[in-house]
């Protein structure tokens, strides 16, 4: 039913073709409060980087997580085993679950646990650009903004927004489809989007490493997308805009011993409904309701030597996240843009397979914040604010963000941001009930980050070059201790991890129609009293990317992905990982003189290497021996595609 509907969707884009429908002749209310922000807060000293749908499309990846890995300077993301999939990222040396993650603006971090990264059903399709704000961004993102903010943007209503039709065979017995509608006239706009993405997969594990009582022995997926958009002129000054997306997925969890299948069935709604525009000229405002409702179904049948085992029935795990975001600016105030807002955020979850309560939480924050601007003082920029975060129970907070900027010369910037954060306890942290583990604390304090970036960068009309240092530390971090019953709890201990490294980041125009860009990360985290880097975050991390883009004829890019050492602990052991090397290389070529038609083939991981993402303990089938298996990231793989735009 699920690809029929898909396949209804693709259909209604392919009949509409027509003439461009790029509404050029729509008059547009004020620039977006809530869109404009993150370049405001570059503006005044935080790094902001930006990925363009152009950049991804050409690179050939398949999903969120794929782009991330290979075009994001300064983070570090490790895809499971391949598309669609769990994703081990750090982003400045940071761990997983210090950095917020956003669709349009809508958070979509899984609060049942932190360390989940959200981004296993996101296809590149959908995608008009990735925004990465680095450093603390708690001050208007709230929790889990420790180390960063990355904000995933689909597709646009606004004027210049094309029609397009997708086609995609992969090597691997896979495919990708992907169509979108624009449309409308001066005073309504809409969108609407379907994308399909499936294969058999590939083998997870090495041959030596998967048991015989494991039958399935490759990793695939099934993601379908459909969702639209709806922009409506009120008045010269404001809009009314709408948003809704379903995720459909049948994502396969792999395991090297006793699997016959383990899969995770999800159904994921994302919606919201936005009113932003002027109330005076230099009074802007908006208003935000969001839900997201995360439910999985979690199916597990196992080989147990007599035949098949169900362990799992289709058991629940799931989160519903809603609330309101509300945020003015009044500008110039004394050469002063005054910024202030209020956040509520409303979570439930439970969790049926490793038993989490259900449970409701509400937070409340508000925030302030005052930059300077351009006429107060023309060579420096500065912001300070703070926010106030209070939940319904225990664990209220107060973060604070000072940033600036300095120019020190023609072309030569000073940058610089101070600040603290927070990441609330996550619901297994909260909640947790399963007599196996260690249980709920609904005490729980967040734990709170401290962060400092200082910077320079040259910029220039053909280059960019920065260099950032970066130190963060996370403190009161959550762990456990045991009762007087030998109960084990979560607590907020007294430990915390201390974050320092470099970024080095050059881009480079070397003509008119050849680009080269160039990231290193080098990142140290120690926990207090050690000096072993804590597990899964890259002591290195460099990346390179090369484009030929000419007006016309080929297109080509190759993307290169060095990951130094990382290491974890299984086994009572200590097991790295990491030291590989991926490249990846794209050539487009457009079919006409208007570029409305393209055809792009993408070889990623183009020397075949092996390499894992990361490590787990298993056990054999022999004597129940414990061994440590890795888990393998995508092999070589060709993906030929074609796009119609129209």
């Not at 490790?78 to 081990?88: E, H, R």
């Not at 016959?260 to 525009?277: H, P, S, V």
């Not at 963060?472 to 607590?491: E, M, P, T, Y």
């Not at 080509?556 to 050492?565: I, K, Q």
């Given at each position: 039913m699920r690809q029929?509907?898909?396949y209804l969707?693709l259909?209604?884009?392919?009949?509409?073709?027509?003439e461009p429908?790029?509404?050029?002749n729509?008059?547009v209310a004020a620039?977006s409060l809530?869109h404009?922000l993150?370049?405001?807060?570059?503006a005044?000293?935080?790094?902001?980087?930006i990925?363009d749908?152009?950049?991804i499309?050409l690179?050939?990846?398949q999903?969120?997580?794929?782009a991330?890995?290979?075009?994001?300077?300064?983070?570090?993301a490790a895809?499971?085993?391949?598309?669609?999939?769990?994703v081990?990222?750090?982003?400045?040396?940071?761990?997983?679950g210090?950095?917020l993650w956003l669709?349009?603006?809508?958070?979509?971090?899984?609060?049942?646990?932190?360390?989940?990264?959200?981004?296993?059903?996101i296809?590149?399709?959908?995608i008009?650009?990735?925004?990465?704000?680095?450093?603390?961004q708690s001050?208007?993102?709230?929790?889990?903004?420790i180390?960063?903010?990355v904000?995933?943007?689909?597709h646009?209503?606004?004027?210049?927004a094309?029609?397009?039709?997708?086609?995609g065979?992969h090597?691997d017995?896979?495919?990708s489809h992907?169509?979108?509608?624009?449309g409308g006239n001066?005073q309504?706009?809409y969108?609407?989007?379907?994308s399909?993405?499936?294969?058999?997969g590939?083998r997870a594990f090495?041959?030596?490493?998967q048991e015989?009582?494991?039958s399935d022995?490759?990793?695939g997926?099934d993601?379908?997308?459909m969702?639209?958009?709806?922009?409506?002129?009120?008045?010269q000054?404001?809009?009314?805009?709408?948003?809704?997306?379903?995720?459909?997925?049948?994502?396969?969890?792999?395991?090297?011993?006793d699997?016959f299948?383990t899969?995770?069935?999800?159904?994921?709604?994302?919606?919201?409904i936005?009113?932003?525009?002027?109330?005076?000229?230099n009074?802007?405002?908006?208003v935000?309701g969001y839900?997201?409702?995360?439910d999985?179904?979690?199916l597990r049948?196992?080989n147990?030597?007599?035949?098949?085992?169900l362990k799992?029935?289709?058991?629940?795990?799931?989160?519903?996240?809603?609330?309101?975001n509300l945020m003015?600016e009044?500008?110039?105030v004394?050469?002063l843009?005054v910024?202030?807002g209020y956040?509520?955020q409303?979570f439930?979850?439970s969790?049926?397979?490793l038993k989490?309560a259900s449970?409701?939480?509400?937070?409340?924050?508000v925030?302030?914040q005052?930059?300077?601007?351009?006429?107060?003082w023309s060579?420096?920029?500065f912001s300070?604010?703070?926010?106030?975060?209070k939940?319904a129970g225990?664990?209220?907070?107060?973060?604070g963000?000072?940033?600036g900027?300095?120019?020190?010369a023609?072309?030569?910037?000073?940058?610089a941001?101070?600040?603290?954060s927070?990441?609330?306890?996550?619901?297994?942290e909260?909640?947790?009930?399963?007599?196996?583990?260690?249980?709920g604390?609904?005490?729980?304090a967040?734990?709170?980050?401290?962060n400092?970036?200082v910077?320079?960068r040259?910029q220039?009309?053909?280059?960019?070059i920065g260099?950032?240092?970066?130190?963060r530390q996370v403190n009161r971090l959550?762990?456990?201790?045991?009762?007087?019953?030998?109960?084990?709890?979560f607590v907020?201990?007294g430990?915390s991890?201390l974050f320092?490294?470099?970024?080095?980041?050059i881009?480079?125009?070397?003509?008119r129609h050849?680009s080269?860009?160039?990231?290193?990360v080098?990142?140290?985290?120690?926990?207090?009293?050690?000096?072993?880097?804590?597990?899964n975050i890259p002591?290195n991390?460099?990346?390179?990317?090369?484009?030929?883009?000419?007006?016309?004829?080929l297109?080509?890019?190759l993307?290169?992905?060095?990951v130094?050492?990382v290491?974890d602990e299984e086994?009572n052991?200590?097991i790295?990982y990491g030291?590989?090397t991926?490249?990846d290389?794209s050539?487009?070529?457009?079919?006409?003189?208007?570029?409305?038609?393209?055809?792009?083939l993408?070889?990623?991981n183009l020397?075949?290497?092996q390499?894992?993402?990361s490590?787990a303990?298993?056990r054999r089938?022999?004597d129940?021996?414990a061994y440590?298996?890795e888990?393998?990231?995508?092999?070589?793989?060709?993906?030929?595609?074609?796009r119609?735009?129209?």
């Amino acid at each position: 039913m699920r690809q029929l509907l898909f396949y209804l969707c693709l259909l209604c884009v392919a009949v509409s073709h027509g003439e461009p429908a790029t509404l050029d002749n729509v008059v547009v209310a004020a620039g977006s409060l809530e869109h404009s922000l993150p370049e405001k807060i570059a503006a005044s000293g935080s790094e902001l980087v930006i990925i363009d749908s152009d950049a991804i499309r050409l690179s050939g990846a398949q999903d969120a997580a794929k782009a991330l890995q290979m075009l994001a300077p300064g983070l570090y993301a490790a895809p499971k085993n391949g598309a669609f999939d769990y994703v081990s990222v750090s982003l400045q040396g940071s761990r997983s679950g210090d950095i917020l993650w956003l669709v349009d603006g809508v958070r979509i971090n899984n609060r049942l646990y932190a360390g989940t990264s959200p981004l296993d059903t996101i296809p590149a399709a959908a995608i008009e650009r990735i925004e990465i704000l680095k450093g603390g961004q708690s001050l208007f993102y709230g929790t889990q903004a420790i180390a960063g903010a990355v904000n995933i943007v689909t597709h646009s209503v606004q004027p210049g927004a094309v029609s397009e039709v997708q086609l995609g065979l992969h090597s691997d017995a896979g495919r990708s489809h992907s169509g979108r509608l624009v449309g409308g006239n001066e005073q309504t706009r809409y969108l609407l989007f379907a994308s399909n993405d499936q294969t058999e997969g590939f083998r997870a594990f090495k041959r030596q490493h998967q048991e015989p009582s494991a039958s399935d022995t490759k990793r695939g997926y099934d993601v379908s997308v459909m969702g639209g958009k709806l922009v409506h002129q009120l008045s010269q000054h404001w809009r009314l805009s709408a948003l809704y997306q379903q995720h459909n997925a049948e994502l396969d969890y792999l395991r090297p011993t006793d699997n016959f299948l383990t899969q995770n069935q999800r159904t994921e709604d994302m919606a919201y409904i936005k009113l932003d525009g002027r109330i005076r000229d230099n009074i802007s405002l908006y208003v935000k309701g969001y839900f997201h409702q995360w439910d999985t179904r979690y199916l597990r049948i196992y080989n147990d030597g007599a035949g098949l085992a169900l362990k799992s029935n289709y058991d629940y795990w799931g989160y519903t996240d809603r609330g309101i975001n509300l945020m003015a600016e009044v500008a110039d105030v004394a050469g002063l843009d005054v910024r202030l807002g209020y956040d509520m955020q409303n979570f439930s979850g439970s969790d049926d397979v490793l038993k989490i309560a259900s449970q409701q939480e509400q937070v409340q924050a508000v925030f302030l914040q005052l930059a300077s601007r351009e006429s107060l003082w023309s060579d420096a920029q500065f912001s300070l604010g703070g926010r106030y975060n209070k939940p319904a129970g225990e664990g209220d907070s107060w973060v604070g963000h000072a940033s600036g900027t300095l120019n020190l010369a023609s072309h030569v910037q000073l940058f610089a941001a101070l600040g603290s954060s927070f990441r609330l306890p996550s619901a297994y942290e909260l909640y947790a009930s399963d007599d196996c583990c260690t249980q709920g604390n609904p005490d729980l304090a967040p734990e709170e980050g401290k962060n400092l970036n200082v910077g320079v960068r040259y910029q220039d009309a053909y280059r960019q070059i920065g260099l950032t240092l970066f130190t963060r530390q996370v403190n009161r971090l959550i762990g456990s201790a045991s009762d007087d019953n030998g109960v084990k709890h979560f607590v907020n201990s007294g430990s915390s991890v201390l974050f320092r490294g470099v970024e080095l980041d050059i881009a480079v125009d070397l003509t008119r129609h050849v680009s080269f860009t160039l990231n290193h990360v080098y990142s140290r985290a120690v926990a207090k009293g050690e000096t072993q880097q804590i597990n899964n975050i890259p002591l290195n991390n460099s990346k390179a990317g090369l484009a030929w883009k000419p007006q016309q004829g080929l297109q080509l890019m190759l993307n290169v992905n060095r990951v130094g050492s990382v290491s974890d602990e299984e086994n009572n052991r200590r097991i790295n990982y990491g030291n590989y090397t991926l490249v990846d290389l794209s050539v487009r070529h457009f079919l006409d003189v208007q570029q409305r038609q393209d055809i792009t083939l993408s070889l990623e991981n183009l020397t075949d290497q092996q390499y894992a993402t990361s490590v787990a303990t298993a056990r054999r089938d022999a004597d129940n021996s414990a061994y440590v298996y890795e888990n393998l990231g995508t092999p070589w793989l060709a993906k030929l595609s074609y796009r119609m735009r129209f």
